[in-house]
């Protein structure tokens, strides 16, 4: 197994841990919605220091349910996911492209410098010694 093959099945194991863990020690079992987003455990511990506390901004749009909060929220993280991977897929794309066109004139190079070294030989052998080319035939 190769050391990035290792590396990467390390951070899989990893996630996997941070996933579940939570859920297997039973953290969160004391609180009605053990795992509600940082807005809301915010909301609420301001309303327990000060019930009286009216905020200064109100959301632009309120979702009708938690359901449509959480599918908004998937679209949030798709279409984030979606952006990086067009991004680094584009970086990928444009290395590789590089290195094919490097390899490509390496090798295109080595075979035309080979040609030019021909042709500027049959040039040589084709004048005369006063400098003058050969006529052509026809």
Do not use: C
Not at 66 to 71: D, F, L, M, N, R
Not at 110 to 127: H, I, W
Not at 130 to 135: E, R, T, V
Request: hydrophobic share 40%; charged share 25%; no cysteine.
């Amino acid at each position: 197994m190769s050391r990035n093959a290792k590396i990467n099945a390390l951070l899989l194991f990893v996630v996997a841990a941070l996933a579940v863990l939570p859920l297997a020690l039973g953290l969160g079992d004391h609180k009605e919605e053990p795992f509600t987003g940082a807005d809301t455990e915010a909301e609420t511990a301001i309303t327990e220091i000060r019930p009286d506390y009216e905020p200064w901004f109100s959301p632009l749009y309120e979702p009708p349910s938690g359901e449509i909060e959480s599918a908004l929220f998937a679209l949030q993280a798709a279409l984030g996911a979606g952006v990086l991977a067009y991004y680094f897929g584009l970086r990928r794309g444009r290395r590789q492209g590089e290195l094919r066109a490097l390899a490509q004139r390496d090798t295109t190079g080595d075979a035309k410098g080979d040609a030019d070294a021909k042709v500027s030989e049959s040039a040589q052998g084709s004048e005369s010694p006063s400098g003058a080319s050969a006529p052509e035939r026809t």
